[in-house]
């Protein structure tokens, strides 16, 4: 909606999730009425932004979708995952593209049976 010809105060708002909040006064008691309601409606405001936008569901925790696919997260602390041949071992690098952190298989480089590297994000 554009600004009303007779507009002499303009005051916009831009929630994190990108609704926007105008309000348009024509003198200064117009405004301060206008803050004054928004103040007083702000968290109902916020609040139904949110239901709208599907945003009041939280977001799974790595665990939750780990447990979800009977997976175990791979980090780089702790202990270390296990493989068909034993504890994987952690190592770190650099290649062209930068450094990079993985678990890996202990079994022989080259063995045909050795499991894929776990890399770490």
């Known amino acids: 909606m554009a600004a009303p010809n007779d507009t002499k105060f303009q005051v916009n708002y831009k929630l994190n999730d990108g609704t926007l909040i105008n309000l348009y006064a024509t003198n200064v008691q117009e405004l301060e009425t206008g803050l004054n309601d928004l103040s007083m409606v702000a968290n109902l405001i916020k609040s139904t932004s949110a239901e709208l936008s599907g945003s009041s569901t ?36 650099t290649s062209s593209k930068g450094p990079w952190r993985a678990w890996m298989c202990p079994s022989p480089k080259g063995a045909p049976d050795k499991c894929e590297t776990s890399w770490i994000r």
């Open 58 to 93: 939280p977001a799974p925790t790595v665990a939750a979708v780990a447990a979800q696919f009977n997976a175990a997260p791979v980090t780089d602390n702790g202990t270390p995952p296990i493989c068909k041949h034993g504890p994987m071992t952690y190592k770190t690098g």
